[in-house]
């Protein structure tokens, strides 16, 4: 009789795998995207008592933006974690992500989020061109300025 009860009592406290309740994507913000290649950044929250490895996945729901890989991690009981999935841009304008976690076995966990994309990648290149302008306009502008000065001085 001991031996049946050891084995129920070892039966009941064996860990039990995360259930779709348990493991949610947390809802974001819409992200603004200004570069050709970034991550997006996704909060996946653990509701139970162990910590659990999950693969959280995305796939665009246009053609401007290309999700290359899934991201893994492991949440910790009771808490939240940030996974970063790597993308691409590849045109500008709106773009939506559906995206899942998973189990490392395949099982999908919770329900897939919508996260709202603007894709902007042409705005990074604008940035770097204008400064690399402005830098070069100072240049010049200190160079005329100190020859006028020596002019002066020779005078």
């Known amino acids: 009789m001991r031996r049946f009860l050891a084995l129920v009592l070892a039966l009941v406290m064996l860990p039990m795998p995360a259930s779709a309740a348990d493991v949610e994507i947390v809802p974001g913000s819409n992200i603004n995207l200004v570069a050709r290649d970034t991550r997006i950044p996704v909060t996946v929250k653990n509701n139970t008592d162990e910590a659990v490895t999950v693969v959280v996945k995305g796939v665009a729901t246009s053609f401007r933006l ?4 899934s991201a893994e991690g492991l949440i910790p009981p009771q ?7 790597p993308v691409t841009a590849i045109a500008n304008g709106p773009v939506q992500i559906a995206v899942w976690v998973e189990e490392k076995s395949g099982e999908r966990l919770g329900e897939d989020v919508i996260v709202d994309i603007n894709v902007a990648y042409e ?12 830098m070069f306009a100072l240049i010049i ?3 005329i300025r100190t020859a006028i000065k020596l002019g002066r001085r020779r005078e």
Do not use: K, N, Y
Request: no cysteine.
């Open 66 to 69: 290309e999700v290359l890989d």
């Open 123 to 134: 705005v990074e290149i604008f940035l770097l061109v204008s400064l690399a302008v402005a």
């Open 79 to 85: 808490s939240s974690a940030l996974a970063e999935l």
């Open 141 to 143: 502008v200190g160079v």
